[in-house]
């Protein structure tokens, strides 16, 4: 079945840059929907930012216009390069994928999630 491995994470000073990256393997087809989770400990993960496979991007309102969302249909990868940074930022950030031509940024709609990968913001 489809895998994600995430990359990226890394501990950065408030205001930092950081891009993370998720690799899909074991797919039956390339036709992705694609999101960024993120979850600190004792809370709900939560939708950053989404991307479906027809180019329809969502975002977190606590996160746009400072990150961005991006794929590679034939490499079947996605990335989050996340800009100014802030200690709020900080948690364990998920890939996640599914065979949808739409899905948005709700865990439910993604079956295919990745082991996730830390960020940690100082300030």
């Known amino acids: 079945q489809l895998q994600l491995v995430e990359s990226g994470g890394d501990s950065v000073q408030a205001g930092g840059v950081l891009r993370l990256s998720c690799v899909a393997s074991r797919y039956f087809n390339k036709k992705l929907a694609w999101a960024w989770f993120r979850q600190v400990e004792g809370k709900e993960r939560e939708g950053v930012a989404s991307l479906d496979f027809d180019g329809t991007i969502r975002y977190a309102a606590s996160v746009k216009g400072r990150f961005t969302i991006s794929k590679d249909d034939a490499k079947v990868t996605a990335n989050l390069q996340m800009n100014d940074l802030k200690p709020q930022d900080s948690a364990v950030y998920y890939c996640?994928?599914?065979?949808?031509?739409?899905?948005?940024?709700?865990?439910?709609?993604?079956?295919?999630w990745g082991q996730g990968t830390r960020v940690t913001v100082s300030s």
């Open positions: 996640a994928a599914d065979y949808k031509f739409r899905a948005g940024l709700g865990t439910s709609e993604y079956n295919y």
